[in-house]
Protein backbone atom coordinates (compact mmCIF):
# COMPACT_ATOMS: atom_id res chain seq x y z
CA UNK A 1 0.00 0.00 0.00
CA UNK A 2 1.29 3.94 -1.30
CA UNK A 3 -0.23 7.06 -0.60
CA UNK A 4 0.60 9.17 -2.97
CA UNK A 5 -0.43 13.09 -2.79
CA UNK A 6 -0.66 14.33 -6.53
CA UNK A 7 -1.00 18.65 -6.52
CA UNK A 8 -1.88 19.71 -9.60
CA UNK A 9 -0.22 23.03 -11.03
CA UNK A 10 0.44 24.59 -13.80
CA UNK A 11 1.45 28.42 -14.49
CA UNK A 12 -1.48 28.97 -17.10
CA UNK A 13 -4.68 29.57 -15.08
CA UNK A 14 -6.97 31.40 -16.96
CA UNK A 15 -8.41 33.83 -14.25
CA UNK A 16 -5.02 34.39 -12.31
CA UNK A 17 -2.09 33.68 -14.61
CA UNK A 18 1.01 32.69 -12.60
CA UNK A 19 -0.57 32.19 -9.35
CA UNK A 20 0.69 29.10 -8.34
CA UNK A 21 4.05 31.22 -7.71
CA UNK A 22 2.61 34.67 -6.10
CA UNK A 23 3.80 35.03 -2.86
CA UNK A 24 2.05 34.98 0.54
CA UNK A 25 4.43 36.51 2.73
CA UNK A 26 7.41 34.52 2.51
CA UNK A 27 6.64 31.86 0.21
CA UNK A 28 4.59 31.49 -3.05
CA UNK A 29 0.80 29.44 -3.04
CA UNK A 30 2.63 26.33 -4.10
CA UNK A 31 5.18 26.07 -1.43
CA UNK A 32 2.49 26.76 1.27
CA UNK A 33 0.39 23.57 -0.56
CA UNK A 34 3.49 21.75 -0.25
CA UNK A 35 4.37 22.84 2.90
CA UNK A 36 0.30 21.81 4.48
CA UNK A 37 0.45 18.52 2.06
CA UNK A 38 3.38 17.53 3.71
CA UNK A 39 1.39 17.52 7.28
CA UNK A 40 -1.45 14.93 5.76
CA UNK A 41 -0.92 11.40 7.90
CA UNK A 42 -1.07 8.32 5.68
CA UNK A 43 0.72 10.36 2.34
CA UNK A 44 4.03 8.32 1.70
CA UNK A 45 4.91 10.67 -1.01
CA UNK A 46 3.73 13.99 -2.34
CA UNK A 47 4.43 14.32 -6.17
CA UNK A 48 3.22 17.50 -8.18
CA UNK A 49 1.97 16.87 -11.72
CA UNK A 50 2.19 19.89 -14.26
CA UNK A 51 2.29 19.89 -17.36
CA UNK A 52 5.21 19.38 -20.20
CA UNK A 53 4.17 23.52 -21.35
CA UNK A 54 7.01 25.79 -21.52
CA UNK A 55 5.93 28.09 -18.68
CA UNK A 56 5.53 25.49 -16.14
CA UNK A 57 9.52 24.47 -16.22
CA UNK A 58 9.33 26.87 -13.26
CA UNK A 59 6.92 24.33 -11.57
CA UNK A 60 9.94 22.09 -11.95
CA UNK A 61 12.61 24.21 -10.81
CA UNK A 62 9.96 24.33 -7.10
CA UNK A 63 9.70 20.80 -6.97
CA UNK A 64 13.34 20.03 -7.31
CA UNK A 65 14.02 23.05 -4.48
CA UNK A 66 11.63 21.65 -2.55
CA UNK A 67 12.95 18.13 -3.00
CA UNK A 68 9.48 16.73 -4.36
CA UNK A 69 8.82 14.61 -6.98
CA UNK A 70 7.93 16.06 -10.45
CA UNK A 71 5.78 14.48 -13.15
CA UNK A 72 5.02 15.97 -16.44
CA UNK A 73 2.17 15.41 -18.94
CA UNK A 74 -0.73 16.64 -20.81
CA UNK A 75 -1.54 19.68 -20.63
CA UNK A 76 -5.32 19.28 -21.86
CA UNK A 77 -6.16 15.65 -20.45
CA UNK A 78 -5.84 16.10 -16.57
CA UNK A 79 -6.93 12.59 -16.13
CA UNK A 80 -4.29 11.14 -17.77
CA UNK A 81 -1.79 13.20 -16.20
CA UNK A 82 -3.03 12.08 -12.66
CA UNK A 83 -3.17 8.49 -13.72
CA UNK A 84 0.61 8.42 -15.48
CA UNK A 85 1.74 10.00 -12.38
CA UNK A 86 0.27 7.96 -9.95
CA UNK A 87 1.33 4.49 -12.34
CA UNK A 88 4.94 5.86 -12.24
CA UNK A 89 5.36 6.55 -8.81
CA UNK A 90 3.53 3.04 -7.45
CA UNK A 91 0.20 4.74 -5.89
CA UNK A 92 -2.28 2.53 -4.46
CA UNK A 93 -4.44 4.85 -2.95
CA UNK A 94 -4.28 9.37 -4.15
CA UNK A 95 -4.83 12.35 -2.37
CA UNK A 96 -5.52 14.66 -5.22
CA UNK A 97 -4.52 18.09 -4.28
CA UNK A 98 -5.35 21.61 -6.04
CA UNK A 99 -2.43 23.97 -5.91
CA UNK A 100 -4.47 26.99 -5.34
CA UNK A 101 -5.62 25.49 -1.73
CA UNK A 102 -2.82 26.93 0.17
CA UNK A 103 -4.75 26.53 3.64
CA UNK A 104 -6.10 22.83 2.85
CA UNK A 105 -6.11 21.25 6.15
CA UNK A 106 -3.96 18.67 7.39
CA UNK A 107 -6.30 17.21 9.96
CA UNK A 108 -9.38 16.43 7.44
CA UNK A 109 -7.49 15.19 4.87
CA UNK A 110 -5.13 12.87 6.84
CA UNK A 111 -9.39 11.63 8.03
CA UNK A 112 -10.10 11.56 4.22
CA UNK A 113 -6.73 9.35 3.55
CA UNK A 114 -7.51 7.00 6.55
CA UNK A 115 -11.47 6.54 5.34
CA UNK A 116 -10.24 5.62 1.97
CA UNK A 117 -7.73 3.06 3.28
CA UNK A 118 -10.12 1.44 5.61
CA UNK A 119 -13.55 0.99 4.26
CA UNK A 120 -14.70 -0.48 0.67
CA UNK A 121 -15.16 3.02 -1.03
CA UNK A 122 -12.93 4.05 -3.98
CA UNK A 123 -13.05 7.69 -3.59
CA UNK A 124 -13.52 9.99 -0.47
CA UNK A 125 -14.16 13.49 0.16
CA UNK A 126 -15.88 15.19 2.69
CA UNK A 127 -19.02 17.46 2.37
CA UNK A 128 -18.74 21.28 2.60
CA UNK A 129 -19.91 23.96 1.48
CA UNK A 130 -16.56 26.23 1.92
CA UNK A 131 -13.92 25.81 -0.87
CA UNK A 132 -10.33 25.07 -0.44
CA UNK A 133 -9.93 23.07 2.96
CA UNK A 134 -10.70 20.21 1.79
CA UNK A 135 -9.34 17.75 -1.14
CA UNK A 136 -10.25 14.05 -1.98
CA UNK A 137 -8.61 10.62 -2.20
CA UNK A 138 -9.50 7.43 -4.07
CA UNK A 139 -7.91 4.04 -5.27
CA UNK A 140 -5.48 3.42 -8.30
CA UNK A 141 -8.16 1.13 -9.49
CA UNK A 142 -10.85 3.49 -9.45
CA UNK A 143 -8.55 6.34 -11.16
CA UNK A 144 -7.31 3.91 -13.83
CA UNK A 145 -10.86 2.68 -14.75
CA UNK A 146 -12.43 6.99 -15.07
CA UNK A 147 -9.15 6.76 -17.48
CA UNK A 148 -9.81 3.99 -19.59
CA UNK A 149 -13.68 4.73 -19.59
CA UNK A 150 -13.89 8.34 -19.24
CA UNK A 151 -14.67 10.35 -22.63
CA UNK A 152 -16.85 13.66 -22.03
CA UNK A 153 -13.67 16.57 -22.01
CA UNK A 154 -15.11 17.76 -18.75
CA UNK A 155 -14.31 14.43 -17.03
CA UNK A 156 -10.75 14.63 -19.00
CA UNK A 157 -10.02 17.90 -17.24
CA UNK A 158 -11.67 18.03 -13.94
CA UNK A 159 -10.03 14.19 -12.64
CA UNK A 160 -12.74 13.05 -10.51
CA UNK A 161 -16.53 13.92 -11.65
CA UNK A 162 -16.50 10.16 -13.86
CA UNK A 163 -15.65 8.48 -10.60
CA UNK A 164 -17.80 10.68 -8.49
CA UNK A 165 -20.49 8.86 -10.50
CA UNK A 166 -19.59 5.71 -10.87
CA UNK A 167 -17.56 4.28 -8.45
CA UNK A 168 -18.32 3.74 -4.65
CA UNK A 169 -17.82 7.04 -3.04
CA UNK A 170 -18.23 8.04 0.89
CA UNK A 171 -18.52 11.67 2.13
CA UNK A 172 -17.63 12.80 5.58
CA UNK A 173 -19.21 14.95 7.86
CA UNK A 174 -17.42 18.09 9.45
CA UNK A 175 -16.37 18.02 13.13
CA UNK A 176 -17.43 21.74 12.83
CA UNK A 177 -19.39 23.77 10.59
CA UNK A 178 -16.80 25.05 7.58
CA UNK A 179 -19.32 27.81 6.51
CA UNK A 180 -19.10 28.76 2.78
CA UNK A 181 -15.89 30.82 2.83
CA UNK A 182 -13.29 30.40 -0.04
CA UNK A 183 -9.66 29.68 1.42
CA UNK A 184 -8.59 28.99 -2.14
CA UNK A 185 -7.13 31.02 -4.91
CA UNK A 186 -8.97 31.47 -7.32
CA UNK A 187 -8.60 35.74 -8.36
CA UNK A 188 -7.08 38.35 -7.45
CA UNK A 189 -9.35 39.32 -5.52
CA UNK A 190 -8.80 35.71 -3.15
CA UNK A 191 -5.09 36.25 -3.28
CA UNK A 192 -5.19 39.89 -1.85
CA UNK A 193 -7.82 38.50 0.79
CA UNK A 194 -5.31 36.06 2.13
CA UNK A 195 -2.51 38.14 1.73
CA UNK A 196 -3.91 40.80 4.13
CA UNK A 197 -5.17 37.93 6.07
CA UNK A 198 -1.56 36.71 6.59
CA UNK A 199 -0.16 40.49 7.71
CA UNK A 200 -3.14 40.18 9.97
CA UNK A 201 -2.07 36.49 11.17
CA UNK A 202 1.24 35.53 10.33
CA UNK A 203 0.62 32.20 11.85
CA UNK A 204 -2.61 31.63 9.57
CA UNK A 205 -0.38 28.92 7.78
CA UNK A 206 -0.28 26.84 11.07
CA UNK A 207 -4.01 26.93 11.57
CA UNK A 208 -6.45 24.12 11.48
CA UNK A 209 -10.22 24.77 9.54
CA UNK A 210 -11.73 24.84 12.71
CA UNK A 211 -9.59 28.30 13.47
CA UNK A 212 -9.74 29.29 10.28
CA UNK A 213 -13.33 29.39 10.81
CA UNK A 214 -13.24 31.69 13.67
CA UNK A 215 -11.35 33.81 11.38
CA UNK A 216 -14.36 34.63 9.20
CA UNK A 217 -15.48 37.94 10.85
CA UNK A 218 -12.05 39.42 9.68
CA UNK A 219 -11.92 37.67 5.99
CA UNK A 220 -15.18 39.13 5.90
CA UNK A 221 -14.23 42.84 6.68
CA UNK A 222 -11.03 42.25 4.23
CA UNK A 223 -13.42 41.59 1.79
Given amino acids: MRTVAVIQARM?????????LMKIGDKSILEWVVFRTLLVEGVD???IATSTRADDDAITQVCHR???LCFRGSPE?????FCQCSLIYKATHILRVTADCPLLDPGINSRIVDTLKTTPA??????????GLVQEAFTFPALERAHEIAVDPFDREHVVPYMIRNEKTRFLKPD????ADRWCV?????L??????????PGLFEMSAAELVGLRDVAAAIR
Avoid at 12 to 20: H, W
Avoid at 77 to 81: I, K, Y
Avoid at 194 to 201: G, T
Wanted: proline share 2%; no cysteine; hydrophobic share 35%.
Fill in 122 to 131: SYVSMSTRSN
Fill in 192 to 201: DRLRALFVWQ
Fill in 176 to 179: VDLG
Fill in 66 to 68: LGV
Fill in 77 to 81: DVLER
Fill in 12 to 20: GSERLPGKA
Fill in 186 to 190: DTQED
Fill in 45 to 47: KVA
